[in-house]
């Protein structure tokens, strides 16, 4: 079993940052990749970035250049620093990890808010 626990978001004026933590624990092991998604009203949930164990990342288009996702083996803890964020940024957060090739697992989500 794996576990994860996100922190970080919150109400930020368009132009400004957040970071966002998601720490695992269990069976970490197990993890092969770990991502950050996220979900609007009236949206499907989209993925924003991952990183695999080797450290490759990757983004959505939408999010280039302004986020980065980052991995610290020694607190099994993913960041995602958000910069430049805009209000369509605006979502639930979700952390994930992917176990192997097929399971996922899923953070409880943590509310981002930009205004205008």
């Known amino acids: 079993q794996v576990q994860l626990v996100e922190s970080g978001g919150g109400l930020v004026q368009a132009g400004g940052s957040l970071r966002l933590s998601c720490a695992a624990s269990g069976s970490i092991f197990l993890i092969s990749t770990m991502g950050w998604y996220r979900q609007s009203p009236g949206k499907q949930r989209e993925l924003v970035a991952s990183?695999?164990?080797?450290?490759?990342?990757d983004y959505t288009d939408s999010v280039k250049g302004r986020f980065t996702i980052s991995r610290d083996g020694a607190k099994n803890t993913v960041y995602l620093q958000m910069n430049y964020l805009k209000p369509e940024d605006t979502a639930v957060y979700f952390c994930?990890?992917?176990?192997?090739?097929?399971?996922?697992?899923w953070g409880q989500g943590t509310q981002v808010t930009v205004s205008s």
């Open positions: 994930n990890a992917r176990l192997g090739s097929f399971v996922d697992v």
């Open positions: 990183i695999t164990n080797g450290g490759a990342a």
